[in-house]
């Protein structure tokens, strides 16, 4: 099925620990972005890309950081996790043309103990 | 700065009953406006839209919602609530400039009951 495709769904790990979140999307999206859901705090913007060869820093960018593969894939990093980035991590992609809003992965819950 | 307040972080119905969630906004630009619902454990998938034109805007399952700029709100409806509503709602607004960023709101969880 066409749409966006996070690895992995589930993952725990230890205080300074690093590790990459992927995300392919096979629907020709132009932009891409990450975000971070947290109870009570709806979903934050991390990082986005709004075309393949550009990033740009979101609203909670802080221990972060991204890659723009190429046009389908757009991969998250945390370099050094902390407790604090325990969070459910949303893929999320659209096409340049219009702005008929974005097509979600099903997210990747992160804990980091 | 764009931003969106949704008001009610649980809002519990009956089978059968009216649905309201409350979403308003902030922008100092035509705004563009979702309404996107989480099932546990999913994704988030959109509801509807309202970019131009109609101000009355009908999504998926019944749902719709009025784009009202004197009240910077967007609520969402539904007339009659069933127990597969059951879900988390976001409100989101389009951000500045021309990068497809979205602002959400909190999130409200619906319950259905009985």
């Known amino acids: 099925n066409a749409g966006v495709t996070q690895t992995p769904k589930f993952q725990v790990l230890k205080t300074g620990q690093s590790m990459t979140l992927q995300c392919a999307q096979d629907?020709?999206?132009?932009?891409m972005y990450w975000y971070r859901q947290d109870p009570g705090m709806g979903l934050r913007l991390i990082y986005y890309?709004?075309?393949?060869?550009?990033?740009d820093k979101g609203e909670v960018p802080n221990g972060y950081n991204v890659s723009r593969l190429n046009k389908r894939e757009f991969s998250l990093r945390l370099e050094s996790a902390a407790p604090s980035q325990t969070s459910v991590y949303f893929c999320?992609?659209?096409?340049?043309?219009?702005?008929?809003?974005?097509?979600f992965g099903s997210g990747t819950r992160l804990t980091v103990v | 700065a764009q931003s969106v307040t949704q008001l009610g972080s649980h809002v519990s119905v009956s089978e059968g009953a009216l649905v309201l969630l409350r979403c308003n906004y902030s922008?100092?630009?035509?705004?563009?406006l979702f309404w996107y619902v989480q099932y546990p454990n999913q994704g988030l998938q959109l509801l509807l839209k309202?970019?131009?034109?109609?101000?009355l805007v009908k999504g998926i399952n019944g749902f719709e919602a009025e784009f009202k700029k004197s009240e910077t709100s967007f609520h969402l409806t539904k007339p009659s609530a069933h127990m597969s509503d059951a879900a988390e709602y976001f409100c989101?607004?389009?951000?500045?400039?021309?990068?497809?960023?979205?602002?959400f709101g909190q999130g409200t969880t619906l319950q259905v009951k009985p």
């Open positions: 999320a992609s659209m096409p340049r043309q219009g702005f008929n809003g974005y097509t």
């Open positions: 629907m020709n999206h132009n932009s």
């Open positions: 890309s709004a075309s393949e060869g550009t990033t």
């Open positions: 922008s100092s630009v035509p705004p563009y």
């Open positions: 309202y970019t131009t034109g109609a101000t």
């Open positions: 989101a607004v389009s951000g500045s400039g021309n990068t497809g960023k979205l602002i």
